[in-house]
């Protein structure tokens, strides 16, 4: 399966957060699986670093040698094709950020994982499923 990482879903991921869902984490970790994330999301975190609303414990370079290319997680670079699909999309959402991974998304028929509930006003599938209230439920 390929899946599409937004970039809340790879921090969370790479950060051991328990906001990550038990089954975008199980999907994610699975090298069955062919994961990528967009190189707008890179994008997103290096304007975040520069702005001090993302802290990281080493250089931006380092981070993404580390946890982009040590996961095995591919980059997901900009295509026209997406651009096509970018410039179709309804304003449900007004990150553009978040409308480029859906673009992406749609244009290559990949589902995204994340938690972000305006994902869903767009028709790319969503991978999510917030599941730790059925473990609570196990206990």
Known sequence: MRLLLDTRAFLWFVGGSDELSIT???????????????????????????L??????????DFVQREV??????LLAVSPDHLDELAKLLFHNR???????????????????????????????????DDRSLDEDDQ
């Open 52 to 61: 001090g609303k993302l802290k990281l414990a080493m250089s931006f370079v």
């Open 69 to 74: 290319r040590g996961n095995a997680i591919e």
């Open 24 to 50: 975008a984490r199980r999907l994610i970790e699975d090298t069955n699986n062919q994961r990528f994330s967009s190189v707008v999301s890179l994008w997103e975190m290096a304007i975040k670093v520069s």
């Open 95 to 129: 990150d553009p950020f978040d409308r480029m991974i859906v673009a992406q998304g749609l244009a290559e028929s990949i589902p995204i994982i994340s938690r972000d509930e305006a994902f869903e006003r767009y028709p790319v599938n969503v991978v999510w499923q």
